[in-house]
């Protein structure tokens, strides 16, 4: 059982800043990266979508005989307890970090990047009546900048200008700290840091989501034998020559390997 794989889903590139962290924390674990990069973006979808994408993922998880899924997307997070009641296995999912955000702030105000759906979704509404009472909470869903990471264009003049327009107004009103809402967006923190400086905490959850993983492998005697050698299958819905390079490029290696996977319906198999 403990040596069965780790299923680790986000719509495109996004969960590779959380899938670093579960290798770095747990390196003998067998990891599946699924990209649904067919549907990317998930953050301008309706609700309706992204649980049944997230649902069709579960189930193709599930017949590679996954142990645990790790949601590594926000936007897809929404769908978490749905996918808690249909499927046995446990799932660790994101949360924008405004418990951490609302607990560390001086001034009161908090910055929060992420997309239209986590913001229109009721896990966030929950999530901000829950820990930022008595906190201003600003939002921004950085509208363009998870297509502008998904082509690779981490630094660029696009990428500048949108974060530039999402923080400027935050800084000016007096936000002590910024909350990265959308696993895309760790790839843009040497931006994001330029524009804020070094007096503004940036929250990246995904070190948490991975903490998350391992207490959850733990408690349910679920972690691989220590001595194995861990591993990573990458799979995409979009083209499996350009998901190799997003991930030579985001993850710094020589040459990854990447199966493709493809949806008929709701129903998702990897390519023969
Ligand atoms: N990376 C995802 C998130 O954390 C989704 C981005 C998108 O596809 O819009 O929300």
């Known amino acids: 059982m403990a040596q069965k ?117 009721k896990r966030y509404a929950r999530l901000t009546a829950q820990y930022a009472q008595g906190i201003s909470v600003w939002e921004d869903p950085c509208v363009g900048l998870v297509s502008e990471i998904e082509a690779g264009r981490l630094d660029g003049p696009e990428v500048c200008y949108i974060l530039q327009q999402a923080l400027a107004p935050m800084l000016a009103a007096g936000v002590d700290t910024i909350v990265l809402g959308c696993t895309h967006y760790p790839f843009v923190l040497p931006v994001v840091k330029e524009i804020v400086g070094t007096a503004v905490p940036i929250i990246d959850p995904a070190p948490a989501i991975a903490r998350q993983t391992s207490v959850v492998l733990r408690q349910r005697n679920l972690l691989a034998d220590a001595a194995s050698v861990g591993s990573v299958r990458f799979i995409t819905t979009g083209k499996a020559a350009s998901f190799a390079q997003q991930v030579e490029q985001l993850l710094g290696l020589a040459e990854a390997e990447v199966e493709t996977a493809v949806w008929d319906g709701d129903q998702l198999s990897v390519a023969q």
């Open 5 to 121: 794989p780790i299923g680790v889903f986000d719509s495109g590139v996004g969960g590779l800043s959380v899938l670093r962290h579960l290798q770095a924390l747990l390196p003998a674990e067998q990891l599946i990266y699924l990209a649904d990069q067919g549907h990317v973006p998930y953050g301008s979808r309706s609700a309706a979508e992204i649980i049944q994408f997230s649902q069709g993922i579960s189930q193709f998880f599930l017949q590679l005989n996954v142990k645990l899924i790790v949601v590594a997307c926000n936007t897809a997070s929404a769908a978490l307890s749905l996918l808690r009641q249909q499927f046995a296995l446990p799932f660790v999912g994101m949360e924008p970090a405004v418990k951490p955000a609302a607990e560390q702030t001086q001034s009161g105000k908090v910055g929060i990047l992420a997309t239209s759906g986590t913001f229109a979704s």
